[in-house]
């Protein structure tokens, strides 16, 4: 099964790029232009990351990605927060995963988001072996 990426982002030009892209890749890519219920979006595609914009129109897309990271439903969802802005954004700001400046290199994306899908997988797989093993615990800080 392809790992599935849900995509944010008010530029209709970048969304067909990362779609090309990431279905090259081998990724399922749901691009979504306009939003204003990111947690529904969540819940209906489940996806193994999401690639987020910062700037949406008329929402902030780190305040989306914290709202996400504060729910438990959420939080192990990798998040990389891309903008071409001019506002500092560093790892770990507003509970991301990751960030990437506009304009990005697409290999440099393409190894992040792998990095970060192969991680969420071996959480998952940790986590089902320590529900067999109740007495151990897991941090989501690898």
């Known amino acids: 099964m392809r790992k599935r990426i849900l995509v944010l982002d008010d530029d209709a030009a ?24 990111l947690i529904s979006l969540v819940r209906q595609h489940q996806p193994g990351l999401i690639l987020l914009d910062f700037y949406l129109n008329d929402i902030n897309g780190g305040d989306w990605c914290s709202q996400l990271k504060k729910d438990p439903e959420f939080t192990a969802i990798p998040v990389i927060i891309f903008t071409a802005g001019s506002k500092p954004i560093t790892k770990g700001s507003y509970g991301c995963d990751d960030f990437i400046a506009k304009p990005f290199d697409i290999d440099d994306l393409v190894k992040r988001v792998k990095i970060l899908v192969t991680r969420d997988n071996t959480l998952q797989f940790a986590r089902a072996i320590i529900q067999q093993h109740a007495s151990l615990t897991i941090s989501n800080n690898l």
């Open 14 to 37: 970048v969304l067909d790029i990362l779609q090309v892209l990431f279905d090259y890749e081998g990724f399922e890519a749901i691009v979504v232009q306009d939003t204003h219920d």
